[in-house]
């Protein structure tokens, strides 16, 4: 256990022990769900879900079903002492922290699969992450029980996918999007960002900019198609070494739009060497 003043449960026992206790006092439950490595992003929405919620529970699980096997989850950033730390500074109640062998004991067999917002982008490139964070966050939702989950715009996608989910499996729990938190440039913060060396560091900043470029090009008349090929071209000259796209879409089923209509979100993914970094904004 770590030394950090804020209490901590291992187990489905513990965190509905807390739970149970909070609701038999009246009191509504916020849950934050995180794979920890934590910034400004994950706290603003600890902040959020305390202003809405009366005790508010943070998860945190480096949940490998969405990490590919050639993907980063063995260097993947940890600091529960830390994380734990800045939970209590932001007001969270209690930290759910579970070995993988309680999310995932043996002879775990069910995998949550939501098709239509899975689908292109991060589905295409990454083809086993939704099934991976469905399956968690339907865990995470259930064992938790909360009037309300909070997760953030900058994993645009996943957001919708969770919606999805929600929705579609009739769970009585309120999902809340919240804004994307920046560093000073305007890089997404994420814990990803903690790989990058100083030169990739100047140029990450450079993938919010031609987002917005995009976005300007497309309100002022330029076709989808072309500004979407124009920021690739953009981000290519900064110094991004692939694109894995940038994408114009409905802002609510993330199709293509043969012209602009509202909502519309810009989202795109880049590799800034071994890092992948991704980022989305309203059109
Ligand atoms: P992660 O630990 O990366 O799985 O993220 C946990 C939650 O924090 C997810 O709902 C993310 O969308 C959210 N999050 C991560 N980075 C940010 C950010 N820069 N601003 C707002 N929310 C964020």
New binding site residues.
């Given amino acids: 256990m770590s030394a950090s003043p804020l209490s901590a449960a291992r187990d489905v026992a513990g965190l509905r022990a807390a739970v149970n206790g909070w609701r038999k006092a009246g009191l509504s439950v916020g849950l ?11 706290l ?2 600890v902040r959020t879900a305390k202003a809405r919620c009366d005790r508010v529970v943070a998860s945190l699980f480096v ?1 490998p079903r969405q990490f590919a096997p050639h993907e980063d989850f063995e260097r993947y950033p940890r600091d529960e002492a830390g994380d734990s730390t800045l939970l209590a500074s932001a007001g969270c109640d209690l930290l759910f922290a579970p070995e993988r062998t309680v999310m995932y004991p043996e002879g775990f067999s069910t995998n949550v699969i939501v098709t239509s917002v899975s689908t292109p982008l991060e589905g295409e490139m990454r083809p086993h992450f939704f099934g991976g964070v469905a399956t968690v966050v339907t865990k995470l939702l259930l064992q938790c029980l909360p009037d309300a989950a ?6 645009y996608q ?2 919708l996918v969770i919606k999805r989910l929600a929705h579609d499996l009739d769970m009585p729990i309120e999902i809340v999007g ?5 560093e000073h440039d305007g890089l ?5 960002n903690a790989y990058l060396n100083a030169d990739e560091r100047r140029v990450a900043g450079r993938l919010n900019l031609v987002l917005h470029e995009a976005i300007k090009a497309v309100r002022g008349g330029a076709a989808i198609v072309d500004a979407e090929a124009e920021a690739s071209r953009h981000l290519s000259a900064a110094g991004f070494t692939s694109i894995d796209y940038v994408a114009i879409r409905d802002a609510e089923t993330l199709e293509r739009l043969d012209e602009l209509r509202d909502p519309a979100r810009v989202l795109a993914a880049a590799w800034l060497g071994k890092t992948r970094l991704i980022d989305n904004m309203e059109v």
């Fill in positions: 934050v769900p995180t794979m920890g490595a934590l910034h400004e992003g994950h603003s929405l949940n909070f997760f953030g715009e900058k994993d996943q957001l919240c804004p994307t938190v920046r997404a913060m994420s814990s990803r």
